[in-house]
C-alpha cells in the first residue's frame, strides 16, 4: 500500500483505515492469523461472536464443501466473555487498528450485559449484533426475523453503549430493508449484510446429512455473492447509514462490487479459509484500482453504480 489514496472512513465515532476486514466467524480471534496478516493494516479486525457463558458448539461435522461454497454449523463456540476480556483482549493491545467485537445471545438481557461489559474496555472500539441467534424467551425464533425484538434489542443495546454499533442483518426476512431502516432508527451507526443462508448436503449413499447430527447449516462462500450484493444495494438505497457488505468476496473485483454498489466496507469470509492473505490483497488491489482510475479516495467510487 503506497498512502497515495485515501482509503480511511468513519464509522460512528470508529475510525476504519480501509474498508476491509475479515468476517465474524472466520477469523478466529485474530492471533490465529497473525503470521499470514499484518493485522495493522487491516481496516478493522472483528472477532468470532461472544456470548456471556462458554460454548462448546455443534457436534462433529461442523462444515463440509458444496458447490462454489462451504455450508458450517459452528454453534457460535467460543471462550465466553470472561475468557474473552482475560485471554484474548490483551493481545490487542500492541495492535494498531480498530476491534469490532461481535456478540450473541439467547435474551436481550444478554445482550445488554455484553454490552455493559465490553463498553468499559477501552480497546474495544465497536459492537457487531450477532442477530441470527435465537430468541429463548420468543421461542426460539430469531432476533433478527422478527421486527419488533429487532427493535427493541437494538433500541436497549444503543442505550447502554458509547461504542459504534453495527448490525449484522439476516437474509431470511420478507424485506431486509424494513430491518435496516429498524436499526438506523434505533441508532445503529451502521448495518452489515448478509449473514449465510440456511443449506444442507445429503450423502447418498449413507442417506445422512454431511453434517452429521447438525443436518444443515449456514451457506456462505461464492455461491451466495450474487445474492448478498443484490441485498446490499436495496438497503444501500433505503438507508443513510453505512452498509458493511458480506457475502463471497473472493478477490479485489468482488469487493470493488460492492463498494461500488454502494457498501462503505466489506467483510470477508471464508475465503479466509482458501488464502489466508487475501484481505491484504484486496487492501493492495483497491489501491491499485484507485491509482488506475486516476482518484484519490475511496468515497469517489463507493455508490458510484450507474
Known sequence: MTGLCELSS?????????????????FGYGEEYEDYVDLNRLGAVIVKTITLKPRI???PHRSTEVPSGLLANIG???????????????????????????????SIEEYVNLGKILN?????????????CPNVESGGIH????????????????DITEKALIVKLTPMVTDIRIFAEICQQCG????SLINGLPGMAIDVKARHSKL??????????????????????QVCETVD?????????????????????????????????????????????????????????ISEVIGTLS
Open 10 to 26: 468513519y464509522i460512528g465515532p470508529m475510525r476504519l483505515k480501509n474498508p476491509v476486514m475479515p468476517a465474524s466467524g472466520t
Open 57 to 59: 458448539g455443534s457436534h
Open 76 to 106: 457460535l463456540q467460543n471462550v465466553g466473555i470472561e475468557g474473552f476480556i482475560d485471554e484474548k483482549l490483551p493481545y490487542f493491545g500492541d495492535i494498531d487498528t480498530s476491534l469490532i467485537v461481535s456478540i450473541g445471545g439467547e
Open 120 to 132: 468499559g474496555h477501552k480497546r474495544v472500539d465497536a459492537l457487531e449484533l450477532n442477530i441470527s
Open 143 to 158: 432476533f433478527g426475523v422478527d421486527p419488533k425484538v429487532t427493535r427493541d434489542l437494538v433500541t436497549c443495546v444503543r
Open 188 to 191: 445503529a451507526d451502521a448495518v
Open 212 to 233: 452429521g447430527r447438525n443436518i444443515a447449516g449456514g451457506l456462505v462462500g461464492p455461491a451466495i455473492k450474487p445474492f448478498a450484493l443484490y441485498l446490499v444495494r
Open 241 to 297: 447509514i453505512p452498509v458493511f457488505g458480506i457475502g463471497g468476496i473472493s478477490s479485489t473485483e468482488d469487493a470493488m462490487e460492492f463498494l461500488i454498489a454502494g457498501a462503505s466496507a466489506v467483510e470477508i469470509g471464508t475465503w479466509n479459509f482458501i488464502n489466508p492473505k487475501i484481505t491484504m490483497e484486496i487492501i493492495d488491489g483497491i489501491e491499485a484500482y484507485l491509482l488506475e482510475n486516476n482518484l484519490h479516495s
